[in-house]
């Protein structure tokens, strides 16, 4: 309080003297000046960002949220210096500097996390957490309060081997390991949206390149944060040894299944858009994830598939090196019918539908004599496996119907022949009454 009293008292003393109101002018100018370049220089941005995107998109934005605090800071930083080489106070300059630096911090920081993450209440609460701090500290700065409160923070400490940890080396980790986080992720996010754009990069490849920069990314921001807090990193081999041997015991399914998706999308075995058969579960692949596949079905439905179970059961790939896919119609007629004439109806009936290809081109064939009837076969070729082949199948099958109804050839009931050896069973002999 009596460093707020000192600043108080300073201020009123200021106020009956004419440098307060050259102070006043310069913060005045430097704002309105701020304001019109921010501006134009807005306007001027915007009409030549329209098309751009990535990395230019990104420091375009960036520069328009810090263009008018920097601006007013540009502007006030070379007025403090000659005043305090006037001779002239500088009170209302040295709290208004800080607050500028303040709000640009807050800006990028902000657009950062957006960038980084999805909005969320979660996050608009770390936001307004974050902002609070660092107006906390502002306001600690301009008391003069903050180098005490920080050589406090410093002498509360304890020792762990040859380690000083104190509550200020500890917050500092804290606050770096947010950073670099924050950081890293927005880069690799970054990264993935820019290889996702790329018409040279295969899909599995997009997401392989994705995973392993964002692994490698976060892996680096954490070793950057502790090395900047005075951390030694030797000291972390006992830690790495212990994280091993959790691995290779209790994490091992963990591990297993993340040493899995890389080796998925590496091999090219399963990508995104293929369809696949693992077990009874039929759908797309949707998503290729550190821990787990993601398949829809035609149902709507999402499964989640561990990525071990790729790698060590069977999996059918519809599309793996073809999209084309062979489907089969099985129908049966009389024996009183002609096979022929039945083979050309079904073949005429493969063109009710416009997904059947033309190339290769569908074929029939008599497969054999059955108990019930003649077994023939229709069989198609289909490029869009994507969409099913229940429609395809339904529309062929009611043609092959309406054709078979017209031209009077009879799909068979099952039959069976009942063949009697011999007569009825001989009448029971009568029974005589014992004489005896």
Known sequence: MQRFNEISAEILRSLQQIDFWWQLLALTVALILASLTNRRLQRLMESQNTHDTGLRHLAVRSIQRLLWPLTALIILVPAKIIFE???LPVQILDV???????????RITVYILRKAFNVSPLLKSSENLLAGIIWLGVLLHIAGWLPGLLAVLESLAMTVGETRISVLAVLKLVLMIALAFTLAIWLAEFISQRVQRSAYISPSMQVGFAKFSKFILITVAFLVALNAVGINLSSLAVFGGALGVGLGFGLQRIASNFI??????????????????????????????ARYVVVRNREGVDTLIPNENLITSEVINWSYADTNVRMIIKVQISYDDDPEQALALMLECAKVSPRVLTEPAPTVRLMEFADSGIELQLRVWLADMEKGTGEIRSAINLAIWRAFKQNKITIPYPQ??????????PAPEPLTKDTD
């Open 85 to 87: 080489m006037s001779n």
């Open 260 to 289: 899995s998706g890389f080796i998925l999308v590496f091999d090219r075995s399963i990508k995104p858009g293929d369809i696949i058969t693992v077990g009874q579960n039929f759908g797309w692949v949707e998503q290729l994830n």
């Open 416 to 425: 069976r022949d009942l063949h009697i050896k011999s007569g009825w069973p």
């Open 96 to 106: 208004a500097v800080p607050v500028l630096v303040a709000l640009a911090v807050i």
